[in-house]
T-cell receptor
Framework: DAKTTQPPSMDCAEGRAANLPCNHS???????VYWYRQIHSQGPQYIIH???NNETNEMASLIITEDRKSSTLILPHATLRDTAVYYC???????????FGTGTRLKVLA | GAGVSQTPSNKVTEKGKYVELRCDPISGHTALYWYRQSLGQGPEFLIY????????DSGLPNDRFFAVRPEGSVSTLKIQRTERGDSAVYLC??????????FGQGTRLTVV
């Protein structure tokens, strides 16, 4: 897997956009970037993934830089329920072994 | 069911005992994964099945750990001679061949 690095923690005010960065400078051209989150005592929840183009779904947007060495997950209007640990993962192409790391602990503040 | 189901949700066992943890994947998902998560850490890969065969078991910590998926659906993670260090949340996930993985809620194993 490409090594990913994330800040250990972030705070965000409720209703504001939460922007979570991830560096993956060693990513290969065919390796996707996946984002998951884990709310306390639950299993990881899939959020979004992308390769080159920016992606958007009902949960979030994913912005990938042109050189693909970093990405940002955007939660457009954070709510208290978005408080969780967010993981950025770049599994080696052709394998499905996710290396989670320690993620970013996002705390949404009322 | 709609999601990945893991049973039991909690398991307490004595050191040295044998335990089995069960995973029911999402119907139609050919790939199945087991992960282990210790307190304060991210999930750690254990084993990956594609169909009935273990395509990658490189994450199993030692030969006390074994997993099967005999019919390509339900999987069982088996731990022999449990040790206190095996205490963790064991997570199962499933996916389509080229799809993202969906995780269950996990089994919390406590070895006393």
């Amino acid at each position: 897997d490409a090594k990913t690095t994330q800040p250990p923690s972030m705070d965000c005010a409720e209703g504001r956009a939460a922007n979570l960065p991830c560096n993956h400078s060693t990513i290969s051209g065919n390796e996707y970037v996946y984002w998951y989150r884990q709310i306390h005592s639950q299993g990881p929840q899939y959020i979004i993934h992308g390769l080159k183009n920016n992606e958007t779904n009902e949960m979030a947007s994913l912005i990938i830089t042109e050189d693909r060495k970093s990405s940002t997950l955007i939660l457009p209007h954070a709510t208290l329920r978005d408080t969780a640990v967010y993981y950025c993962i770049a599994p080696t192409s052709g394998t499905y072994k996710y290396i989670f790391g320690t993620g970013t602990r996002l705390k949404v503040l009322a | 069911g709609a999601g990945v189901s893991q049973t039991p949700s909690n398991k307490v066992t004595e050191k040295g005992k044998y335990v089995e943890l069960r995973c029911d994947p999402i119907s139609g998902h050919t790939a199945l994964y087991w992960y282990r998560q210790s307190l304060g850490q991210g999930p750690e890969f254990l084993i990956y099945f594609q169909g009935t065969g273990a395509a990658d078991d490189s994450g199993l910590p030692n030969d006390r750990f074994f997993a099967v998926r005999p019919e390509g659906s339900v999987s069982t993670l088996k731990i022999q001679r449990t040790e206190r260090g095996d205490s963790a949340v064991y997570l199962c996930a499933s996916s389509l061949m080229d799809g993202e993985a969906f995780f269950g809620q996990g089994t919390r194993l406590t070895v006393v």
